[in-house]
Protein backbone atom coordinates (compact mmCIF):
# COMPACT_ATOMS: atom_id res chain seq x y z
CA UNK A 1 0.00 0.00 0.00
CA UNK A 2 1.40 3.29 -1.00
CA UNK A 3 0.01 6.93 0.89
CA UNK A 4 0.95 10.61 0.12
CA UNK A 5 0.40 13.27 2.39
CA UNK A 6 -0.21 16.96 2.12
CA UNK A 7 -0.07 19.81 4.88
CA UNK A 8 -2.80 22.33 5.45
CA UNK A 9 -3.07 25.73 7.30
CA UNK A 10 -5.45 27.60 9.06
CA UNK A 11 -6.06 30.30 11.32
CA UNK A 12 -8.87 30.05 14.06
CA UNK A 13 -10.56 31.41 17.37
CA UNK A 14 -12.49 28.78 20.17
CA UNK A 15 -13.08 28.59 23.85
CA UNK A 16 -13.32 25.25 25.90
CA UNK A 17 -17.03 26.36 28.03
CA UNK A 18 -16.14 23.04 30.54
CA UNK A 19 -12.33 23.77 30.83
CA UNK A 20 -11.24 24.88 34.37
CA UNK A 21 -8.05 26.50 32.80
CA UNK A 22 -7.13 29.26 30.68
CA UNK A 23 -8.60 27.54 27.73
CA UNK A 24 -11.65 28.53 29.21
CA UNK A 25 -11.42 32.16 27.57
CA UNK A 26 -11.32 32.73 23.96
CA UNK A 27 -7.88 32.66 22.18
CA UNK A 28 -6.84 31.51 18.76
CA UNK A 29 -4.57 29.35 17.09
CA UNK A 30 -2.50 28.88 13.84
CA UNK A 31 -3.42 25.20 12.87
CA UNK A 32 -1.96 22.71 10.90
CA UNK A 33 -4.06 20.09 9.18
CA UNK A 34 -2.16 16.87 7.71
CA UNK A 35 -3.55 14.52 5.73
CA UNK A 36 -2.73 11.10 4.65
CA UNK A 37 -4.21 9.02 1.73
CA UNK A 38 -3.07 5.48 1.07
CA UNK A 39 -4.33 3.53 -2.00
CA UNK A 40 -3.23 0.38 -3.68
CA UNK A 41 0.53 0.20 -5.44
CA UNK A 42 -1.39 -0.99 -8.54
CA UNK A 43 -0.99 2.02 -9.63
CA UNK A 44 -3.66 3.20 -12.67
CA UNK A 45 -1.94 3.73 -15.63
CA UNK A 46 -4.47 5.72 -17.56
CA UNK A 47 -6.08 9.27 -17.38
CA UNK A 48 -4.74 12.29 -16.25
CA UNK A 49 -4.28 10.48 -12.54
CA UNK A 50 -1.98 8.16 -14.24
CA UNK A 51 0.68 6.99 -11.38
CA UNK A 52 -0.70 8.74 -8.88
CA UNK A 53 -2.75 7.81 -5.54
CA UNK A 54 -5.05 11.11 -6.03
CA UNK A 55 -3.54 14.25 -7.79
CA UNK A 56 -2.01 16.35 -5.00
CA UNK A 57 -4.08 19.35 -6.55
CA UNK A 58 -7.25 17.45 -6.41
CA UNK A 59 -7.03 16.79 -2.15
CA UNK A 60 -6.03 20.41 -1.79
CA UNK A 61 -9.58 21.11 -3.76
CA UNK A 62 -11.27 18.78 -1.66
CA UNK A 63 -9.89 19.77 1.69
CA UNK A 64 -10.08 23.55 0.90
CA UNK A 65 -13.57 23.52 0.05
CA UNK A 66 -14.70 20.91 2.81
CA UNK A 67 -12.67 22.42 5.25
CA UNK A 68 -9.92 25.08 5.06
CA UNK A 69 -13.04 27.50 3.69
CA UNK A 70 -15.25 26.87 6.63
CA UNK A 71 -12.74 26.92 9.33
CA UNK A 72 -10.21 30.12 8.54
CA UNK A 73 -10.38 32.64 10.67
CA UNK A 74 -13.87 31.65 12.61
CA UNK A 75 -15.09 30.76 16.12
CA UNK A 76 -15.14 26.89 16.16
CA UNK A 77 -17.75 27.28 19.10
CA UNK A 78 -19.96 28.26 16.28
CA UNK A 79 -19.40 25.03 15.03
CA UNK A 80 -19.19 22.83 17.95
CA UNK A 81 -20.25 22.61 21.30
CA UNK A 82 -16.72 22.24 22.57
CA UNK A 83 -14.22 22.51 19.60
CA UNK A 84 -11.52 19.94 21.67
CA UNK A 85 -8.56 18.98 19.20
CA UNK A 86 -10.24 15.82 19.46
CA UNK A 87 -14.21 16.66 18.33
CA UNK A 88 -12.35 18.70 15.36
CA UNK A 89 -10.26 15.90 13.96
CA UNK A 90 -12.82 13.66 14.01
CA UNK A 91 -15.17 15.94 12.59
CA UNK A 92 -12.68 16.59 9.43
CA UNK A 93 -12.19 12.64 9.47
CA UNK A 94 -15.90 12.42 8.35
CA UNK A 95 -16.20 15.52 5.90
CA UNK A 96 -13.06 13.87 3.86
CA UNK A 97 -14.08 10.28 4.02
CA UNK A 98 -16.99 11.10 1.92
CA UNK A 99 -14.98 12.92 -0.77
CA UNK A 100 -11.83 10.54 -0.81
CA UNK A 101 -12.57 6.76 -0.10
CA UNK A 102 -13.31 5.68 -3.51
CA UNK A 103 -13.86 1.78 -4.27
CA UNK A 104 -12.54 -0.60 -7.47
CA UNK A 105 -14.81 -2.93 -9.21
CA UNK A 106 -13.80 -5.69 -6.70
CA UNK A 107 -15.22 -3.91 -3.98
CA UNK A 108 -11.47 -2.93 -2.65
CA UNK A 109 -10.80 0.40 -1.32
CA UNK A 110 -8.85 2.07 -4.34
CA UNK A 111 -7.78 5.32 -2.55
CA UNK A 112 -8.69 5.85 1.67
CA UNK A 113 -8.27 8.54 3.97
CA UNK A 114 -5.78 6.89 6.09
CA UNK A 115 -4.70 9.78 9.04
CA UNK A 116 -5.71 13.38 9.67
CA UNK A 117 -3.98 14.57 12.32
CA UNK A 118 -4.35 18.00 13.57
CA UNK A 119 -2.15 20.48 15.59
CA UNK A 120 -3.42 22.69 17.59
CA UNK A 121 -0.31 24.30 18.44
CA UNK A 122 3.07 23.30 16.87
CA UNK A 123 4.00 20.46 19.77
CA UNK A 124 -0.12 19.36 20.22
CA UNK A 125 -1.95 17.19 17.90
CA UNK A 126 -4.71 15.05 17.83
CA UNK A 127 -5.08 12.51 15.32
CA UNK A 128 -7.08 10.09 13.74
CA UNK A 129 -5.89 6.96 11.90
CA UNK A 130 -7.27 3.87 9.74
CA UNK A 131 -7.28 1.21 11.62
CA UNK A 132 -6.23 -1.79 8.88
CA UNK A 133 -6.56 -5.67 9.79
CA UNK A 134 -5.07 -8.24 7.96
Known sequence: ???ICKK?????GH????????CFLHHG?????EIEVSGSDQLNETGSEA???????????IVKLEIIDKFDH???NDFFKNPTAETIVMWI???LMLK????????CYQTCLKRVRFYETPDSYAEWKKEIFS
Do not use: W
Not at 8 to 12: A, D, I, L, R, T
Not at 29 to 33: K, M, T
Not at 52 to 61: A, N, Q, T, W, Y
Open 8 to 12: FEFCY
Open 29 to 33: HNAIL
Open 93 to 95: KDQ
Open 1 to 3: MLS
Open 15 to 22: HLPHHEGK
Open 100 to 107: VDTFSDCG
Open 74 to 76: QNL
Open 51 to 61: GMIIDFSRLKE
